[in-house]
């Protein structure tokens, strides 16, 4: 199928990248274009930024996560008329001893996209033109088909565009494909997308964000050729994906229903980790931690979502009727699944990094705190390894990144990182339930979700002839 897609890469973290997507999805939606949006990796944050231009939930296109012909899938089943995909880290940046394994650069080249190089040129001259010639050289595919230089005041960009187009047009010539100055974008004080300790703020936090948006969209329209932009999008080969043919409607009544936590402090989840949810006959109800009293009356099952719990102790804390409510509903047994900031509100308490220290549900034994520094980051192949659990015997992709640790993470799984045969125990499982820190990606393992479907059937039957 044919579907106009392009990627926007950089160098290193923190060139723009977030906000020159947002701006030429803006800009594109202004220009009548209907557009989805994905990021690269298991990043949940920059995918909310998307949403909140196109209105829509974006995606995540992960080549440890999955394979070659899951990510055409993924974007074949895209839905609207155009995708933009945003990079992360730096273009090459995978996993480590895995050439390139989760690397922006392997998703372009799964799913033959073309890329537009974001380069972030503030305090640097001429070098810019050995950053370029360099990174082309690595561009094995010849996928980069545009250069953006970013943080370039509008006088110096006149001054360096000859000699810029100059090299880009002699590197086009020896490798056969074209690679073309889209345009500098200088730097803007009415733009501030500012960070947190697990990325950038979420966009609920950020004063004026729509007036940020449509600024962005603007400085884009003034700044790239967006025209030529839209032509490499256009050129891009077609997909070997089947495109999304729409799930059957079926009755919500026969359905279990899913309460999952979805507010301030639970927000982290992965869209495609849903339409499997959805897939396998749940249907989803949202509710809030921090502002309900209780879980919905109608649920079957329960779904904690990662987030910044630590950032809202003290609300969910003094929420004691939704405390009561989920370790009511659990101890009932009904089914759950907790990752990271879930796992970390199932747990007795929760310590800030200021030390202060909150009950929780009190669902597990222990406390979470505060490091100071990234505990087990990265990618992780999780193995069930207790008897009777909804992981027996499986195998799931997962990915983990907190400053939180816990003094009680479980033993029911072992989780190993690719590249470097690190392993260590983790999660709490059983019959009806999975709870741990890592972020798990539901498509790897269809199984779980069929099973934790089936466990939400069979409570939801005992429930009505109880």
Not at 91 to 102: A, P, V
Not at 132 to 152: E, M, P
Not at 247 to 257: F, R, S
Not at 295 to 305: H, I, K, N, S, Y
Request: charged content about 25%; hydrophobic content about 35%.
């Amino acid at each position: 199928m044919k579907l106009p897609r392009v990627m926007i890469a950089a160098p290193k973290s923190g060139s723009g990248k977030t906000l020159i997507t947002c701006g030429i999805l803006e800009a594109l939606r202004r220009r009548g274009t209907d557009v989805r949006a994905y990021k690269c990796g298991p990043d949940y944050i920059d995918p909310m930024f998307h949403r909140s231009v196109i209105g829509i939930p974006g995606g995540n296109l992960d080549t440890f996560f999955s394979t070659e012909d899951e990510i055409k899938q993924i974007l074949a089943d895209c839905g609207s008329e155009a995708a933009v995909i945003e990079g992360v880290m730096g273009i090459y940046d995978g996993i480590t001893g895995m050439e390139g394994k989760g690397s922006c650069y392997d998703v372009a080249k799964a799913s033959s996209t073309p890329v537009i190089l974001v380069i972030d040129v503030k305090g640097m001259g001429l070098t810019m033109l050995s950053v370029i010639k360099g990174i082309l050289l690595d561009d094995s595919y010849a996928l980069i088909q545009g250069i953006v230089l970013n943080r370039i005041s509008k006088g110096y960009f006149k001054q360096i565009e000859p000699l810029v187009s100059r090299l880009l047009n002699s590197i086009s010539e020896d490798r056969g494909v074209a690679v073309r100055l889209l345009g500098g974008i200088p730097a803007s004080k009415d733009i501030n997308l500012e960070s947190r300790h697990l990325g950038l703020l979420m966009p609920g936090d950020i004063a004026g964000l729509k007036d940020q948006l449509a600024h962005a969209a603007e400085l884009m329209e003034e700044s790239l050729n967006m025209d030529a932009l839209e032509a490499i999008m256009q050129e891009t080969p077609e997909l070997e994906g089947d495109g999304a043919d729409g799930e059957a409607a079926a009755d919500e009544n026969d359905m279990p229903c899913l309460a999952l936590a979805r507010d301030e402090a639970f927000c982290f989840y992965y869209e495609e980790n849903l339409s499997m949810l959805r897939s396998a006959g749940v249907r989803i109800k949202e509710f809030s931690p921090l502002h309900d009293s209780h879980v919905p009356e109608d649920a079957d099952g329960l779904l904690l979502g990662g987030g910044y719990p630590e950032l809202y102790a003290a609300e969910l804390s003094a929420n004691t009727g939704m405390l009561s409510s989920i370790n009511a509903a659990i101890g009932s047994g009904m089914p759950s699944l907790a990752e990271c900031g879930g796992f970390m509100y199932l747990l007795e308490e929760l310590e800030d990094k200021d030390g202060n220290v909150y009950s929780m549900a009190g669902v597990i034994k222990g406390r979470s705190s505060w490091t100071g520094k990234l505990s087990r980051f990265g990618y992780a192949e999780v193995s069930g390894t207790g008897e009777g659990t909804l992981l027996s015997g499986l195998s799931i992709k997962a990915h983990e990144f907190h400053y939180y640790d816990s003094s009680n993470n479980g033993d029911d799984a072992i989780a190993e990182k690719p590249g470097s045969g690190r392993s260590w125990e983790c999660i709490h499982a059983g019959s009806d339930h999975v709870w741990g820190y890592p972020h798990l990606w539901y498509p790897s393992c269809p199984e779980l979700t069929g099973r934790f479907a089936e466990s939400m059937k069979e409570y939801r039957r005992k429930r009505r002839d109880g």
